[in-house]
């Protein structure tokens, strides 16, 4: 029976050579002269990978979030895998650190509500839970193509990725 996995994944290589790009300009850029600023990758496991921003002053961590923003773009990395609505922390001295988590893994809200669009659609179409990923399996491809087609129009807030297509 085919099937497909519908997953929530950034490219870790582009990211990380996307956060490379933007330490190297934050490091040439005139007006960060002789501040703290940096961008630092931080991967705990393999769902809790986050960015860290640190800045001087709010307007320097708004720079250096722009900067890091203009880069993932160039990189082909999709911005909407980034949780920007975190509030900067105050560190010793004037520094602040702003943490930016990757969302990897599709969360349980955003799953069921796959899977009630798949129900609500009629395809002839079933969906399971596993794990990050829903799996969607159907008799034939052309409803698993329809079914990735509605997915993208339905949920747009997220950057679903499908992968491990089988016939």
Do not use: H, W
């Not at 990380?16 to 850029?29: C, F, P, S, W, Y």
């Not at 399971?128 to 807030?157: C, F, H, N, P, T």
């Amino acid at each position: 029976m085919p099937s497909f996995d519908t997953v929530l994944e950034p490219d870790l290589v582009e990211v990380r050579n996307a956060v490379d790009q933007a330490l190297k300009e934050i490091g040439t850029r005139f007006d960060f002269k002789g501040s703290s600023a940096k961008v630092e990758f931080v991967d705990r496991s393999a769902k809790e990978r986050e960015l860290q921003l640190f800045a001087d002053s709010d307007f320097q961590l708004e720079q250096v979030r722009d900067v890091l923003l203009g880069r993932l773009a160039r990189r082909g990395v999709d911005i909407r895998y980034l949780d920007l609505t975190g509030k900067p922390v105050k560190l010793g001295g004037d520094r602040l650190r702003l943490d930016v988590p990757l969302r990897c893994g599709v969360p349980a809200e955003t799953a069921k509500k796959i899977q009630q669009a798949l129900k609500a659609s009629r395809l002839k179409v079933q969906s399971a839970i596993q794990g990050d990923a829903v799996r969607v399996s159907g008799a034939k491809r052309d409803d698993l193509q329809a079914a990735i087609a509605l997915l993208r129009k339905e949920i747009a807030d997220l950057p679903l990725g499908f992968g491990n297509f089988r016939d």
